[in-house]
């Protein structure tokens, strides 16, 4: 009796024990609990809050570890890379069990274009799940990706920076000028905040692109509700078609495309389309006008992975649809397709994840008629982030079109891109070369500036002493080399229009720097008898020296001038002082500072040849007298200039 009375005891104690420590949880697992149900409600930006808050209290590894899982997850899928990248860079330092981790942050690597990185733990992912398909595309799309980014297509692309705000700008649509586009921007007219992303719900706004006023954005109110509206289009009635999520009260779970047809100049209320299904979301549209079909992404069963690309014909006559037809897996993956659109070849675009890409979504494009091929656009519309939702203009004002992208460098969440076609460009592919030796000199510095702008272009040459560049046509360029231990050197280039890339060869020949009072040959700066004006002949060679005083500012320089002997020594003494002092103000004129220029007149004592007094000579013979030679007094001299 004894022993089972201590039996009881104990008993009892370990249940007040047990329901000790239940009191002390339920504060602790309630919150947890709760950032749970936001995960799987994809609410990630408040599950990421929620867990961060509860992470730190919690003592039990392996459930430290997975809340360490799920603070990543929903910053990843909430499209927060950069703190995705961060909690995941401490996951994948954990003993968390799951390889799946080594993928998605081999993806993140991807996102931010670390490519060489993300190939190694792409690797070794494949080492812990071997033969996996979707690791060695992304290896591929890593490859490739630098290939794209080293060739890149003929776009230039601007950010609308005028438009875009730090929250998400995206999915445009151009239309008779007006570009439409959905956005979270505090002007969004409903209060609440969506919890998948912490901004507030999207609507749809719109602004008139080719006028000279102060942009107005015009936010689309018959089109608009508290919720979240996304991506539209037009038919050739103007009908718009649209995107709208979670219902009108909010508490619908997934999308639907709406239509609110323009009757009497004005749009009607929007109504769903019947094709539409509560157990499935459909959004994204777009309109093909040649055979009246609705293009459209939707998760709708039948498809090949999350989101396809579907369509639906309309019957104008029997005003019916279609039933939904999946555009193959030719163009759909395992992953998701959204934002398809049509160009005006009627080529039609959209953006994939399951593609070979270069990150994130990619944007594609395939011809319907002659192939169901996916083509990658390539660098640099595509990038390691997510580049989605293009639409083409038709190159009005010189824009070809609009596209969204959350890639590095942009204003905010998504943001807005304009498309603009990439002039043709001139590749200057330069070799310098030591004037004494003629060999090629390596590890030279160039600079490359346009003529008029401040921004400069550096450069060194490679071992056989190359270098190229790219420049622009109908601009003024120039490029200075330099080196220790040699004079700076330019050249000047003034390509002209052309249409067609092109490419030219330059040759740039560096002097070493002089011994003081050594004495530059200089050719071609001769005078006319009893004359002391620079001739035409003369002014290009006097340009040059002005380039090398231009571009060694540490150079003072004797000018020396010289006569032959015919006339008086007293006179032609003062005949080359003349001369001297006409090359130092012709090169006054090109910018050179005066007291660089030291003029001398050396009159007839130096001839380079017999004519002497009495001596018969050729006109040519005393030509070669009447001359003027260079000397360099200071390679490293310190000008002040007033």
């Not at 100049?265 to 777009?286: A, W």
């Not at 396809?308 to 193959?328: H, P, V």
């Not at 060679?541 to 000018?559: T, W």
Request: proline share 3%; hydrophobic share 35%.
């Amino acid at each position: 009796m004894k022993h089972k009375l201590i039996s009881l005891f104990f008993a009892m104690l370990v249940s007040y024990l047990t329901y000790g420590q239940e009191k002390v949880q339920p504060a602790y697992m309630l919150e947890l609990e709760k950032a749970d149900l936001c995960f799987q409600a994809k609410k990630f930006n408040t599950a990421a809050q929620l867990y961060q808050k509860v992470y730190p209290r919690i003592k039990d590894l392996t459930s430290k570890e997975q809340t360490l899982f799920k603070i990543a997850e929903s910053y990843r899928f909430s499209n927060n890379f950069s703190q995705a990248m961060k909690w995941y860079e401490n996951l994948v330092n954990s003993k968390y069990p799951d390889p799946q981790i080594l993928f998605n942050y081999a993806q993140l690597l991807k996102n931010f274009e670390r490519y060489e990185d993300a190939i190694r733990v792409f690797n070794d992912y494949l080492f812990e799940m071997p033969e996996n398909k979707a690791a060695i595309e992304a290896i591929e799309g890593c490859k490739q990706a630098a290939e794209w980014k080293a060739k890149p297509e003929k776009y230039l692309l601007k950010n609308l920076s005028n438009v875009n705000t730090p929250f998400s700008d995206y999915g445009p649509y151009f239309n008779q000028q007006q570009l439409y586009f959905s956005s979270s921007r505090k002007e969004a007219q409903g209060s609440g905040i969506f919890e998948w992303t912490g901004q507030k719900y999207a609507d749809i706004f719109s602004y008139q692109t080719n006028t000279a006023k102060p942009l107005q954005l015009i936010s689309q109110k018959t089109l608009n509700s508290d919720f979240n509206e996304g991506a539209l289009c037009m038919d050739s009635s103007q009908n718009i078609y649209f995107t709208q999520c979670n219902g009108a009260d909010g508490k619908g779970l997934n999308c639907k495309i709406l239509v609110s047809y323009y009757v009497e100049n004005k749009y009607s209320t929007p109504q769903v389309l019947p094709f539409n299904n509560d157990s499935f979301s459909c959004g994204h549209p777009t309109w093909d006008n040649h055979f009246n079909y609705l293009y459209y992404s939707s998760d709708r069963p039948g498809g090949y992975g999350n989101k396809d690309i579907w369509r639906c014909q309309y019957n104008f006559t029997k005003n019916e649809w279609s039933t939904a037809e999946n555009l193959g897996a030719q163009i759909n993956s395992s992953a998701d397709e959204l934002f398809p659109s049509f160009d005006k070849k009627n080529n039609l675009y959209f953006a994939s994840k399951g593609h070979i890409g270069m990150g994130g979504l990619d944007l594609f494009r395939c011809n319907l008629e002659s192939s169901n091929q996916a083509i990658n656009l390539g660098s640099p519309l595509n990038s390691g982030a997510d580049d989605f939702g293009i639409t083409w203009t038709g190159d009005s004002l010189n824009i070809l079109g609009y596209f969204s992208s959350n890639r590095q460098g942009g204003v905010g969440d998504d943001d807005l891109y304009a498309i603009y076609a990439k002039p043709a460009v001139l590749i200057v592919n330069g070799t310098v070369l030591d004037r004494e030796t003629e060999k090629p000199v390596t590890t030279a510095n160039i600079v490359l500036s346009e003529k008029g702008s401040k921004s400069n272009f550096n450069l060194k040459t490679d071992e056989n002493g190359q270098f190229s560049a790219e420049i622009g046509f109908n601009k003024g360029y120039e490029l200075i080399c330099s080196k220790n231990n040699f004079l700076n050197a330019g050249v000047e280039l003034n390509p002209v229009f052309g249409q067609n890339d092109s490419s030219i060869q330059v040759i740039i020949w560096l002097d070493k720097v002089p011994l003081k009072e050594a004495e530059l040959t200089v050719q071609g700066i001769y005078y006319d008898l009893d004359q002391w004006q620079i001739r035409k002949d003369a002014q290009p060679i006097l340009d040059s020296l002005a380039l090398v005083l231009q571009l060694n500012p540490g150079l003072v320089i004797e000018l020396a001038s010289h006569t032959d002997s015919r006339a008086d020594a007293v006179y032609n003494l003062e005949l080359s002082k003349k001369r001297a002092n006409s090359c130092v103000s012709y090169l006054v004129s090109k910018g050179i500072t005066q007291s660089r220029l030291i003029p001398i007149g050396y009159g007839e004592q130096f001839l380079v040849n017999d004519c002497t007094d009495g001596v018969e000579c050729s006109d040519a013979e005393h030509q070669a007298n009447r001359r003027t030679t260079v000397k360099f007094l200071k390679t490293d001299a310190k000008i002040k200039v007033r």
